[in-house]
Every structure is written in structure tokens, then in C-alpha cells.
């Protein structure tokens, strides 16, 4: 992260540092890159692909506080730190009267700046303070019935080489399948609505009995207008669950609340 006083949107958004280490596979620099998967284009870059998704850490979103309150009890215009639209969007719809402000760096800095008051709270991936083993630090977890996590949040995927047999038998054998189909469900949501990085898109699939339940969620680029619908389906066909979801949400209306422009990259805001 060369440029952290600057926001993602203006270097490129999420996928910016994905590509980074595309660039290094299609280089053969490396043999395999490891992802949060959340942060990954619903397309890779032609002649890769992921082979391996790691069994899932808790993909639910955390609030930090300095006064130790929930989300909906903050003092009115408490400023909540977060750079994500998906997570404006859903502070906007149960809190409209708080501030969001924009915030960088690694786990530690963005905890650091609700310590000195620079910001009064912060929303974070609950599996970043917890595979730190700072689980001691959360104020909140926020419930997925009213805050849809990312697409792939908590999740950490493998991407090699298309060509490179050797690296893809390795990865196959890591692969967490129940992990692989919420995930592609989720994944294939992000790729048929199509909107750009700037877009809040926000989707969460869960296995139970070989049936994937996905909720996802769309909402306007203003945070004034939010679609949400659920779907099932069977795990044997999760990319066309997502597929079918994303259509239905882009016939209630979510057509109207993808913003299309020529930079997208195509991650989940």
C-alpha cells in the first residue's frame, strides 16, 4: 500500500492490490497468491483462477467503539470510521444521523485511531480481529439480518496459474467445499449484477443439507435506496443461485441502482 493517504476509489479501488499479484503469477515472480477473498474481482485476470477456498473464519461484521456502545446507541453524528460503500450504506440505513469518514491502513492503525479519538468507532472484518486473537477489542457483532457482510468476507482463496496443473493439484487438496459453494454462490451474485466498485453490494451464503441459502443486497451509490432479497437453492448448482438472485434483485429495481461506469473493477464495495 504505497499510497495510503489516498482513498482506494481514487488508486483504483479494492482490486488494486489483487492485481498486483496477478501480475506476479502471469509473471511466473510467484506460483501462487494467497487472497482475502473479498477483495477479489468477480473475474480474475485471463489465464489464472482460484483453486482453493480456506474453510471460512466468521464473515459477520464487527463494531469497535470507544464508549463501548452498540452501533444504535451512539451519541447522534458520532464519527464511524470505515472506507467501504457496502458498510456506509447499512450504517446509513439503521443510523442516518451518523458520520462516516473515510479510513486506511492495517487493523492495528484503524484500532490506534479509535483509541486517540480520532474517530468514534470503527466497523472491521470480525475474522481480522479474531485470527489476531483480539477478540477482547470488539465492541459489537453486527448481525447479518440487518448488516450483509462482503462477498468472501472472512474467507482466504488461492489463485494459480490456469496452465499450472502441479500448483492446482496442490490447492485442490486445501479446498473447503462447503467454503466453495456459499462462496461461489456469493461470487456469482457480484459478477451478474455487474456494478462498479463504487457500487454498495453486499451478499452472504450459508449450506445447510446440500442447499445454499443466499441473501444479497444492493443499494444506491447516495446510500438512499437499498434492495434486499433471499433465494435457496441446491449447493451442486451455486454460481446459477447467485446468478438467478442478482437477476431477481435487478428486476425489483436494483437496475436502477447499479451505477455503470468504465473504471469498475468489479470487487464488492
Not at 54 to 62: E, L, T
Not at 150 to 156: C, F, N, R
Request: aromatic share 2%.
Amino acid at each position: 500500500d504505497r499510497e495510503g493517504h489516498r482513498s482506494l476509489d481514487e488508486i483504483g479501488g479494492q482490486g488494486i492490490f489483487v492485481k498486483a499479484l496477478e501480475q506476479a503469477l502471469l509473471s511466473r515472480t510467484i506460483d501462487l497468491a494467497v487472497h482475502s477473498l473479498k477483495d477479489v474481482p468477480g473475474e480474475v485476470s485471463p489465464g489464472l483462477q482460484l483453486a482453493a477456498v480456506i474453510s471460512r473464519d466468521d464473515p459477520r461484521d464487527v463494531f469497535v467503539s470507544t464508549k463501548a456502545l452498540p452501533l444504535t446507541q451512539m451519541p447522534s453524528r458520532s464519527r464511524i470510521g470505515t472506507g467501504s460503500h457496502r458498510r456506509i450504506a447499512q450504517v446509513k440505513a439503521v443510523r442516518p444521523d451518523l458520520e462516516t469518514c473515510p479510513i486506511r491502513g492495517n487493523v492495528d492503525t484503524r484500532l490506534r485511531k479509535v483509541r486517540i479519538g480520532e474517530v468514534d468507532g470503527v466497523i472491521l472484518a470480525a475474522a481480522a480481529l479474531l485470527r489476531m486473537g483480539w477478540q477482547d477489542r470488539i465492541t459489537e457483532y453486527l448481525s447479518p439480518e440487518v448488516f450483509l457482510p462482503a462477498v468472501g468476507q472472512g474467507t482466504l482463496a488461492v489463485e494459480v496459474r490456469t496452465a499450472d496443473m502441479e500448483m492446482i493439484e496442490l490447492a485442490v487438496d486445501i479446498n473447503d467445499s462447503t467454503t466453495w459453494h456459499c462462496t461461489a454462490a456469493e461470487r456469482a451474485f457480484l459478477r451478474t449484477l455487474g456494478g462498479g466498485c463504487s457500487v454498495p453490494i453486499a451478499a452472504l451464503g450459508i449450506v445447510e443439507d446440500d442447499t445454499v441459502r443466499l441473501e444479497g443486497m444492493v443499494a444506491s451509490t447516495d446510500y438512499t435506496r437499498m434492495i434486499r432479497h433471499a433465494a435457496n437453492g441446491p449447493a451442486s448448482d451455486a454460481v446459477g443461485l447467485g446468478q438467478s438472485l442478482a437477476e431477481k434483485i435487478l428486476s425489483m429495481g436494483g437496475d436502477k441502482l447499479i451505477a455503470v461506469d468504465e473504471g469498475r473493477d468489479g470487487t464488492a464495495g
